[in-house]
Each structure stands twice: as C-alpha cells, then as structure tokens.
C-alpha cells in the first residue's frame, strides 16, 4: 500500500499500476494510515492500496532460480571483455574465462550497460546517480500495515523496514557518479555517506515526520542507481543485429522486472514487441545522445525534478539550445517561444502574434499551462491568409539503389511504384498489422525515394527500415535530414505569394496535390512537396541547409503586404486536429491497424507485392473491425483533452482519449479516442477531463473543409 500526501491538491507520486485502483482520499484519512506523519499543510492524499514492496535481492535470487529451472546457466563471477560482430550482426562474447557464441545477447548491465554497449559500437545514454537513504529506529509504534508515504513537495518517501523507518529522496543537486568508468572492482559496494547533500533531504522529512527528529540512525546507505535522460527503460534491439538492450531501470524498474522480461523475451522471439513501446524504445534516444555531456545534463534535469508535477507541453531545458535550423535567429527576431524535440530548437508560437488574439479565454485546467493565445492566432491567420513555418526539424530519409523500390514495396502498404514525382501517404506494418511507421513518400527518380517523418520518430524509423535492409547491397539507406532546410507554407493566398518568387507554374493543373517538383524560389533552388499537415493549399519547400536563410527572407518579404504570418508547431496541432490528420505514437501505434486508424484510403491490399503485415489485414477485415478512431467534438469548450483521459459510453468505459485540443476554425473542443463500432456520429459519449464527465458527440470526420476543396484548389 501506500499514499502520496502535500500541500498541494493536485500532488501525486508515483503513478498507480494502469489498470488498478488510486483513491482520494482527506487529511483525517492519511493520518489514520500513516499516524508518524504530521497533517500540517495537507489538503489530501491519494491512495493506492495494491502499492508495495519488496526485497531486491530476494526478488533477483528467485527469478535466477527460475531461470536455472527453466534450463539458464548462470556464471557468477565472469567478466565480458568483447563483443563478437561480424557484418552488422553478433556472433558472441569473449569473457576472462573464454569465448561464447551466441546469435542474440541482452545487455541488462544496469550501471554497466553504458561501457557494454561500447563494446558492440552503439550508444546506450544512461548515467548513474548516487542515491541516498537513510535506516532509522524511532520510539513510536510502526504499524504492520504502515503503507509507503511519498511527499512530492518535499522530495521524500518513507516507508517500513527491518522494524525501522526508511526515509529517502531525490534532491535538488544530484551526484552523477561513473562518468569516467566504473572501477573493475565495484561490485557489492556502496559509496560514502554524503551527509552535507542529504541534509536538506532529512529537513524537509523531519517536517513531515517529526519522530524522525528523536530517532537513531542505524545507517546512511548510498549507492549507484542508472537514470536514462527521460526517466524511463531503455529496451530494444539496437542497430546491432542480434543485440537487445534492458537497461536504465531508474526507480523504478524493480516494479516493471517480471513485465519487461515477458516483452523482452517476445521481441527477441517475434522481432517485434508485442505492444506498443515505444515510450521506452531504445530508438527514441537519437543522434544528440551520443554525446556524454548532453546526455549527463538532461538526466541531471530528470533526476532533480523526479517528484515534480509535470505539466502538459513541459519543455525540458537542460542542453539547450543544441540543434537549431539555419532560420533560427530570424525566428528569434520575431519573438518565437521555442520548445524542443530531439535536441531541435523549434518555435511553438510567436509573441508578436498575441496581441491578434488578445481576449482569448485560456483553456481549463492543466491545458491552461504552456499555452498562449497565440496559438489562435497563427491559426486563423494560416486559414484565412497564410502561414510561415520552419519545419527543418523534421527527419528526412533518403532510399536508393536498384533494390529501393522492391523494399519499399515490402515495407509499406500503399503503392510505391508510381510515377517519378509522386508523394505518397504510407505506413509500415508490423507482422500484426499494427503501424510502425508513418510517413510520406516522394519518388525522386526511378531508384532514389525521399521519406519526410516526424522529428522525434527518424531514429525509429530508420532502425524499423535497417532491420529490414537486404544484406546485397541493392539498398542504401541514408539520414540527409541535416542536408535540407524545409519551409512550410500554407493558407488560400500561397499562390500569390510564391507565384511571383518562381519561373515554375503553380496552377493547380500544372502542380496538383500529392506531387513533387524541383522549382527555384528566388535564387534558391528547392524540392517542392505539394502536401499539408494543416489543411490548406500550400507546399513543404526543401532546400540546401546553407539557402535556408534565403528562402525564408524571400516568402516574408513577399508575403508580409499579404498578411502572412509566422507560424509555430502548436498551431499546426490544432490545424491537423480540425483535419483528422494522425500522429504516430498517440493516435496511431503498433498495436494499431490502419483500418482502425482510419487509414484504410492508403492500404493496397490488392498491389501484388506480399508486404508485412498483410496477411493480418486481410485477417482483421475478415473478422471485422472491432474499435474505429473517432473524433469527439465536446460540449463545453474550456475542457481540453490532452491523451489518455477515460471515454465513457453508456456509463462503461470504451476508450481514451489519444489526442484533443481546441479547433479554432470549428470553435469547438476536439478529442480523438478508439471506440466501439457502434458509436457512430452523432452518438454521445462522456469524457473525463481534469476530474469532471463532460458530455461529447461522436464527429464525422474531417470536421474542418470536408470535401477536400482547400487542399486542392
């Protein structure tokens, strides 16, 4: 069991197990199931009752003795000093006492796995932390059934052991520990105590136990633990073939050992997991990590800030700025408030754009934090005139060779073998139909095509893809996003302000929608995408990295006498909601087919080529489909869905929600959710938004130019 107690209503700890039960309960409440805790500055508490814990070392000796059970052999006391690769691919272990052959090997070195992964060529960022607590014997009675008590405003946990109190916590001013290596010899040992850094620790823990204060100290116990840069697992198969990573446990890996070794065992079986993630993916960890300093100062940010409330669009600010586009300083000029993604500085939205929007009501709740009426603004600008977005950011993939259109037919299910010039909208499937990867295509030339995905999903993408690489040579896979600046530009006056800027016709019968053509703008030669992620006519412009600045002062001069503004990402959020546009990783996953999704339009089953994932589609369509995602159009405009809130139909629970936000055309509160087939539009629905059921209709989608005419004019 345990509670989380605070000042604040709205304090949590730890998260509760996703499916079991967390209640709210008062002060009298928590008192009365941790009487060693004062009530001074409590509002309240949440309480889990099927919270606990457990020995570690008690736990690890029996899943060795299962292991031996099951036919492992264990050898205690060996050292691995190489890993065996041949080809991109392992082939086994050298250790002190001798070689091991082996096809597949786990890098579960905990503290260690950073300096495994060394051996096999590959990144694994992952810093460890000395982590302190302290055993204590106080004089007052501790209950049998005293739960764990976690006090997030003051850093501090508490919890029964050995008939004493443990206290511990996370502090302010962390102490990485092992950058320069571990020592050959650190094995069973602790660190010194490190009293002047626990102190303010055991202060804030004597306010809220104040028998503390009279007890004895048996010991101070401080030993190395691995944090990972966002606070979660590191799981996986790296770019090594054969070479799984299960590392970065954190605080709490011990509470997810018997879950994680299931997945890990069925992604090694399967080669693929067999549910979705990717929040603990070793791929989400990109190109930016490979460098220790960074990765030191975005785990020190994590670590001191472990019992923070974390508000939605948080931006993290440790290691920045790091990546930034070649327009970064005329965004800079225009007042951008930027965010980041993958180490990219990027413009969530314009200060200068506020004042368009003053008067804004701010959403309700947590969708009020890191937010700006800007937002609007941008919005309604790009939809009634036009809109300027830097999206460098995004990862650009190139495919080549005389095999690249036999693999792309393989890997994806839509068409590829479409004319030179073509953009096509296509997934990648897993074995299960679920969707790996979701992007645009361009075929440049008869072997060469240009893969366009979300900044935070190139290294995912290209690890799915390299899995896959035929070993021939016939195809060469190549990461060009550092190659070309792109420009977004989009809304009904593009044409005339690009028109002029180019010899190129942009007429729709010369340039229609889904196509590709290389056209100079000014004297900046670019690779034009007829696309939008927002939904309106317009072109993503690439050009070369040096002619970014160029480009972007050509499309402002001339379209700033046409009220074209400068736009930020969070606006294109709201656009795509308002268009029914997917994103990977929340509305469309692994454990997602395309017909689910929606995304049935862009699937040839019937295109001659067996591609993966295909025998389960044909298999889905033949059971029928069971949950569609729809959109939720919500009663009252100041709740905003922000991603997991319940869905309930007929008093049950259908669904969550995988995306909301407000659409400022519509003027209606969005949320997109998985729901039974039977909730067709115009059926109601509830969701729960920040703690109250509000009342929802079931949409037809796209809720914003339906037909399609703006895209196309």
């Not at 905990?110 to 932390?129: F, H, L, R, S």
């Not at 073509?422 to 240009?450: H, K, P, W």
């Not at 480009?551 to 001339?558: E, P």
Request: hydrophobic share 40%.
């Amino acid at each position: 069991m345990s509670t989380s107690a605070g000042a604040r209503s709205e304090v949590s700890g730890s998260p509760p197990p996703a499916n079991g039960p967390l209640e709210l309960v008062t002060p009298e409440e928590a008192l009365r199931r941790f009487p060693l805790m004062t009530r001074d500055g409590v509002v309240g508490a949440a309480f889990i009752p099927t919270d606990g814990y457990l020995d570690p070392s008690g736990l690890a000796l029996a899943l060795a003795e299962g292991a031996r059970r099951g036919g492992a052999r264990i050898l205690e006391g060996t050292r691995v000093t190489a890993i065996k690769i041949d080809r991109g691919r392992v082939r086994g272990v050298e250790t002190d006492q001798g070689g091991i052959e082996a096809e597949v090997i786990v890098n579960a070195g905990g503290m260690y796995a950073t300096e495994i992964a060394v051996m096999a060529g590959i990144t694994v960022p992952i810093i460890p932390m000395a982590h302190q607590y302290l055993l204590a014997r106080i004089a007052e009675p501790i209950p049998d059934d005293l739960p764990t008590m976690r006090d997030p405003d003051r850093l501090v946990y508490f919890r029964r052991d050995a008939g004493g109190l443990v206290m511990g916590g996370y502090e302010r001013d962390p102490c990485p520990f092992g950058l320069d290596g571990i020592a050959r010899d650190f094995n069973n040992r602790l660190l010194p105590e490190d009293w002047p850094r626990f102190e303010p620790l055991s202060a804030n823990a004597i306010t809220r136990v104040p028998a503390l204060e009279r007890g004895d100290v048996v010991k101070l116990i401080n030993g190395p633990e691995a944090f990972t840069p966002d606070n979660e697992f590191v799981l996986g198969e790296s770019t090594v073939r054969g070479f799984y990573v299960a590392a970065g446990f954190c605080a709490h890996g011990i509470a997810g050992a018997g879950g994680m070794g299931q997945a890990m065992a069925e992604w090694i079986i399967d080669g693929e997991p067999n549910l979705d993630l990717w929040k603990m993916d070793l791929r989400r960890f990109g190109a930016p990590y490979r460098n220790r300093d960074y990765t030191l100062v975005r785990t020190v940010e994590v670590y001191s800030t472990y019992y923070d409330i974390h508000y939605p669009n948080e931006e993290r600010q440790a290691g920045r700025p790091l990546r930034v586009s070649p327009t970064y300083q005329r965004l800079r000029e225009l007042g951008a408030s930027f965010g980041e993604k993958s180490g990219w500085e990027r413009p969530n939205w314009f200060e200068l754009n506020v004042a368009a929007a003053a008067g804004l009501t701010r959403p309700a709740g947590w969708a009020g934090h890191h937010w700006s009426p800007a937002i609007a603004a941008e919005h309604r600008a790009t939809r009634e005139r036009a809109g300027l977005f830097d999206e460098t950011s995004f990862s650009k993939i190139e495919i080549s060779g005389p095999g690249a259109l036999r693999f792309l037919q393989h890997l994806c299910d839509n068409e590829m073998d479409r004319p030179v010039g073509s953009v096509t909208y296509t997934q990648m499937l897993n074995r299960r139909g679920g969707i790996e990867c979701d992007f645009t295509v361009t075929r440049l030339d008869e072997a060469r095509f240009f893969i366009v995905t979300g900044t935070a999903f190139g290294n995912h993408d290209l690890g799915w893809m390299r899995k896959h690489q035929p070993d021939d040579g016939s195809v060469v896979i190549d990461d060009v996003t550092a190659e070309h600046a792109c420009l977004g530009i989009w809304g009904p006056r593009v044409r005339d302000i690009v028109q002029p800027l180019t010899d190129a016709d942009l007429s729709n019968d010369a340039f229609p929608y889904l196509t590709a053509r290389r056209i100079a703008v000014g004297p900046v030669a670019c690779l034009a995408l007829r696309v939008t992620y927002v939904g309106e006519l317009g072109w993503e412009l690439y050009c070369a990295t040096r002619d970014g600045v160029a480009l972007w002062d050509r499309l402002w001069s001339a379209g700033a006498p046409l009220g074209l503004v400068a736009g930020g990402y969070r606006a294109i959020d709201t656009m795509r909601l308002e268009k029914g546009y997917r994103v990977w990783s929340s509305d469309i996953t692994p454990e997602d087919n395309p017909y689910e999704a929606g995304l049935g339009f862009a699937v040839r089953l019937n295109k001659g080529v067996d591609f993966i994932g295909k025998e389960a589609l044909i298999d889905a369509k033949a059971r029928g489909i069971t949950r569609r995602l729809r959109p939720l159009l919500l009663d009252d405009g100041e709740a905003i869905g922000l991603g997991g809130e319940p869905v309930r139909v007929n008093s049950q629970i259908a669904g969550r929600v995988t995306s909301g936000g407000y659409g400022y055309s519509i003027d209606r509160s969005i949320a997109y959710a998985y729901l039974p087939p039977a909730c067709t539009p115009g059926s109601r629905v509830d969701v729960q938004v920040f703690g109250r059921w509000v009342p929802a209709t079931v949409a037809s989608e796209p809720l914003y130019d339906p037909t399609g005419e703006r895209i196309r004019s």
